[in-house]
């Protein structure tokens, strides 16, 4: 059996859509906002993972996330991804993700409306028939513009079933060519997604013309043990994001299913274009942007994922890695030989190295790393992979900023108030500062405030530590606000303090880029 959808053509059965929504549902998770650039960063590399659609954003939301969609949408050719922008039943919604969409080579219009009771009743206010009335409206109206467009039943997996299938006739009949029955509330268990996905699949007429799609929350844990049961059940398309992020409790995470899909491939006989080994650095990129690492026993991309502490464990596994390891760490992209280069490494080798880690950097940005990781190797004792990634996420992006941390000097000890004096350049301009303050990071923090003043306060501060040793670097990520727009910065270097600096200044640098970017972009035909 195959499908001819309007996006992807011909399909076969056993091929799974991997739709991505790291910046959609992912970005509204508290925390995990991410700045125009950082989205185009994270959708290269959801390209270069091979996700089929990527769900940019909420056109509507506001003029910040336009502008996102938008520019997403111009990156990509039709070698690209699907770019999909969410709308809600009605014409400004949809009007705003046609207009972002637009420059898209291969669009997509997804529409989110009610159909539990509760949500109709309680949220919507609307009968059945208004909502039936609302799916033909709103679906024929995007499919107007585009020809690839999806229908989502919010809280459908809480919605009574008979009314649910004429839900999805009705959305079949004006035009969907996708429909998608998410979790909203994470509350579903393996055998509820099996009941309403095959029941939808059976009685719905024309049901096989379009894609079923799953979009699970991890309320109760079962995001991707409810995925498995829905594409068990005939679902194609996977909702999911790097990590599992998304509200609440986040949403199922991309790399565990990608990689149940692949390892238990002798039962589920279905397969996804995702390259596994691209995963890792596309999981670890994503905690670098927002700050936030995985928790080290994270299925397949947390630190302790292949790590075998138990006598017992590492003999089996020293004798053949299947004994424990149902995958291996190298098809996910951990590297065992991750010791790469020394400080008499040339840059050939690192530019070598960095390809081999998945980086392709420009000339400038090359010079600066590079110089970065001599300095590196001059402190450090070795220099891991995740060195080197952690230097390069947290010089890539930098070229253009207007603030540049050129020098600083911490004096503290037992008994003494610490002072730290900072040399900044901002447009150009040399800027000192010095000043004391509670602890080394305070007074830095204090003299980067009187080199470059600002009113913003500080929200978050949080270090963690990208590999182990004394000498490992610290990536530390820094929250800041002001006049209630709040920015993340990070910053990475084996010394703590200097890893702060270099994470304020860092977020400052994005406070000046939100100060800038208020004007809303043009929305026609807007409600
Ligand atoms: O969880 C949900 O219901 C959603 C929809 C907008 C698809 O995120
Ligand atoms: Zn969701």
């Not at 004792?381 to 900023?401: H, P």
Request: aromatic share 4%; glycine share 8%; with cysteine.
């Amino acid at each position: 059996m195959s499908i001819d959808h309007p996006s992807f053509g011909k399909l076969d059965s056993g091929r799974i859509i991997i739709f991505d929504t790291t910046l959609r549902d992912g970005e509204q998770s508290p925390g995990f906002s991410m700045n125009l650039e950082e989205k185009l960063r994270m959708a290269e590399a959801l390209h270069e993972l091979g996700a089929d659609v990527l769900e940019a954003g909420f056109a509507i939301a506001s003029p910040g996330d336009f502008e996102s969609v938008q520019s997403i949408a111009k990156r990509f050719s039709k070698d690209g991804p699907v770019v999909a922008s969410l709308s809600r039943a009605n014409t400004a919604d949809i009007m705003a993700s046609i207009e972002a969409t637009k420059p898209a080579a291969r669009p997509r219009i997804h529409i989110v409306l009610a159909t539990s009771d509760l949500h109709m009743r309680v949220k919507l206010r609307m009968t059945r028939e208004e909502v039936l009335a609302r799916i033909t409206e709103s679906v024929s109206l995007a499919r107007n513009h585009a020809a690839d467009v999806e229908w989502s039943a919010e809280d459908g997996s809480r919605s009574d079933l008979d009314f649910l299938c004429r839900c999805v006739d009705t959305a079949i009949k004006a035009g969907a060519t996708t429909i998608n029955i998410p979790d909203t509330v994470g509350y579903s268990l393996p055998a509820d997604m099996a009941l309403i996905f095959s029941t939808l699949i059976n009685k719905v007429p024309d049901a096989d013309k379009v894609i079923f799609s799953a979009h699970n929350h991890n309320d109760l844990g079962l995001a991707v043990a409810n995925t498995l049961a829905a594409v068990q059940a005939g679902v194609r398309q996977i909702e999911c994001t790097i990590n599992g992020i998304g509200e609440r409790a986040g949403n199922a995470s991309l790399e565990e299913v990608a990689m149940a899909l692949r390892t238990r491939h002798d039962v589920l006989k279905l397969r996804s274009g995702i390259e596994t080994k691209r995963i890792l650095r596309t999981s670890k990129l994503l905690a670098t942007i927002t700050g936030f690492d995985v928790q080290p026993n994270k299925a397949i991309v947390g630190r302790n994922a292949f790590a075998h502490e138990s006598g017992i464990h590492q003999d089996g596994v020293l004798k053949d890695a299947s004994t424990y390891e149902i995958m291996t760490p190298e098809s996910v992209g951990w590297t065992t030989n991750s010791l790469v280069l020394g400080k008499h490494s040339g840059r050939a080798a690192f530019r070598d190295r960095l390809k081999s880690l998945g980086y392709e950097v420009g000339d400038n940005q090359l010079n600066d790393a590079f110089k970065r990781f001599k300095d590196l190797a001059d402190r450090k004792k070795v220099v891991y992979d995740e060195d080197i990634a952690a230097l390069v996420d947290d010089e890539v992006g930098r070229a253009n900023e207007r603030i540049r941390l050129t020098g600083m000097t911490v004096a503290t000890g037992m008994g003494t108030r610490p002072m730290a004096t900072v040399v900044l350049e901002v447009d150009g301009e040399p800027a000192e500062g010095m000043s004391g303050g509670d602890g080394a990071v305070d007074a830095t923090f204090n003299a980067i405030r009187q080199a470059f003043p600002h009113d913003s306060n500080l929200k978050l501060y949080a270090v963690q530590s990208v590999t182990g040793g004394t000498d490992a670097q610290a990536r530390v990520t820094v929250r800041i606000e002001e006049g209630g727009k709040l920015v993340d910065g990070q910053g990475a270097d084996t010394d703590t303090i200097v890893a702060s600096a270099r994470a304020y200044v860092h977020a400052l640098n994005k406070l000046l880029v939100k100060r800038q970017r208020t004007e809303p972009p043009a929305v026609s035909a807007a409600e």
